[in-house]
């Protein structure tokens, strides 16, 4: 027997949980039936986010990084040695989104503090910064 947790919806778009028992491979239609709803429930709970958005979002970072270096005077080489880094590459790659790489909310603190800026003058919009 195979045990299987289904998580249902009910009317009012509550999740609950129910066990269920499975003995025959033929009930592999209901798994798919209750994945199915188990997806549809998901994407109520956490609707797609556009791609597109989040990576205009790490650009604008990137670019927020590079401007508040530039301005600062610093390198690319004095700031990523500065963050723990050996080298510019993994900087660089995040500066110019190559490879999608970005900064993590690690980087974005050390790197605030390194410029001496306010961590979230790095989030803002490049219109919020003028």
Do not use: W
């Not at 609950?16 to 592999?28: A, E, G």
């Not at 790489?101 to 306010?118: M, Q, R």
């Amino acid at each position: 027997m195979i045990r299987l947790i289904d998580i249902c919806i009910e009317s009012n778009n509550k999740i609950y949980k129910n066990i269920n028992y499975i003995s025959c491979i033929h009930d592999l239609q209901k798994i798919l039936k209750h994945l199915l709803l188990l997806k549809r429930c998901f994407m109520q709970v956490f609707p797609d986010i556009d791609k597109s958005k989040l990576d205009d979002f790490y650009i604008n970072i990137s670019n927020n990084v590079r401007n508040y270096r530039i301005k600062k005077n610093i390198s690319q080489l004095e700031l990523a040695i500065s963050i723990g880094h050996k080298s510019t590459s993994f900087l660089s790659n995040c500066e110019n989104y190559k490879y999608k790489e970005h900064f993590n909310l690690e980087h974005l603190y050390l790197i605030a503090n390194v410029l001496g800026v306010d961590i979230c003058d790095l989030i803002k919009c490049q219109s919020e910064n003028e």
